[in-house]
Nanobody
Framework: QVQLVESGGGLVQSGGSLRLSCAASGIVFRNFGMGWFRQAPGKERQLVARITSGGYPMYVDSVKGRFTISRDNAKKMVYLQMNNLKPDDTAVYYC???????????WGQGTSVTVSS
């Protein structure tokens, strides 16, 4: 069973930066794609960035040019560098494992990001 532990969230002013981290265990990490999701208050959880097992990143349009996803297979970690943060980025952020075309049903506790205007 995969276990995911997110960290790095916090309160930041608009235009600021944060780096989120996710530690994964219980899987052969290098074999799987990983993703970062976020859930804003009253909204559904949505995928914002993903990275393939080979390290190819993909982003939703709203974060392109501002967020960078990366991974360290030796440490079994995935990161999300978030720059030029906006109030609309306020959400709880979660990482997850991609099994083929599906995401794991196991979620971590998430890490909260609040961007003040």
């Amino acid at each position: 069973q995969v276990q995911l532990v997110e960290s790095g969230g916090g309160l930041v002013q608009s235009g600021g930066s944060l780096r989120l981290s996710c530690a994964a265990s219980g899987i052969v990490f290098r074999n799987f794609g990983m993703g970062w999701f976020r859930q804003a208050p009253g909204k559904e959880r949505q995928l914002v960035a993903r990275i393939t097992s080979g390290g190819y990143p993909m982003y939703v349009d709203s974060v392109k040019g501002r967020f960078t996803i990366s991974r360290d297979n030796a440490k079994k970690m995935v990161y999300l560098q978030m720059n030029n943060l906006k109030p609309d980025d306020t959400a709880v952020y979660y990482c997850n494992v991609e099994y083929g075309h599906n995401w794991s049903s196991s979620w971590g506790q998430g890490t909260s990001v609040t961007v003040s205007s």
